[in-house]
């Protein structure tokens, strides 16, 4: 089954089955070098496709607000957190950080 949540709250739950995808959808400021990764991918969960991949949006104007999808998968059962940071290459300390629980049945 294909889950998917915008804009999370840092610590929220969500539950998933063995084998469920999650599509986690983050704003972020276009034209500002920032984008989120994830930086803490625990066993049992793999990242589908690239890090973030950054939706297409109306305007490319810098500031404007964008969207980044990541999509993960939940292979095994069990609890895990994973967590993501909004952050630009060159800089050490994330803009914003989003930890996320999967409970997986």
Do not use: C, K
Not at 15 to 28: M, W
Not at 75 to 84: A, I
Request: charged fraction near 20%.
């Amino acid at each position: 089954m294909h889950h998917v949540v915008e804009s999370p709250e840092d610590g929220q739950r969500i539950p998933l089955a063995a084998g469920d995808s999650l599509e986690v959808r983050l704003r972020h400021p276009s034209g500002t070098g920032y984008r989120w990764t994830v930086t803490d991918l625990p066993p049992g969960v793999v990242v589908g496709g690239d890090d973030a991949q950054v939706e297409a949006g109306t305007s490319s104007a810098p500031g404007q607000a964008r969207t980044s999808v990541v999509e993960l998968v939940a292979s095994s059962p069990g609890e895990s957190v994973v967590r993501l940071a909004l952050e630009r290459p060159w800089e050490d300390t994330p803009l914003e950080t989003v930890s996320l629980t999967l409970a997986v049945s």
